[in-house]
Nanobody, 117 residues
């Protein structure tokens, strides 16, 4: 069973930065794409950024130029560097990974990010 454990969330002032980490463990297969999603209160979960094993990135328009996703394929860890944070970035951030030849999807438990004015 694959487990994803996020860390790095917290409270930050608008304009500040945070770095999220997500470590995957327990996989017998290659971890393909990894990514970050977020869900604000009362809203649907939305994509923030994804990164394939080969290095292709995809970002939501709302975070382009402010957030950067990266990964360490040896450690099976994905990171999200969040800069110039805005109030609207407040949400629970979830890590996601597609694993193995059948692309099974796993989710982390989420880490809260609160941006204050």
């Amino acid at each position: 069973q694959v487990q994803l454990v996020e860390s790095g969330g917290g409270l930050v002032q608008a304009g500040g930065s945070l770095r999220l980490s997500c470590a995957a463990s327990g996989s017998r297969f290659r971890i393909n794409a990894m990514g970050w999603y977020r869900q604000a209160p009362g809203k649907q979960r939305e994509l923030v950024a994804t990164l394939t094993f080969g290095g292709t990135t995809n970002y939501a328009d709302s975070v382009k130029g402010r957030f950067a996703i990266s990964r360490d394929n040896v450690k099976n860890t994905v990171y999200l560097q969040m800069n110039s944070l805005k109030l609207e970035d407040t949400a629970a951030y979830y890590c996601n990974a597609d694993v193995g030849p059948y692309q099974y999807t796993y989710w982390g438990q989420g880490t809260p990010v609160t941006v204050s004015s």
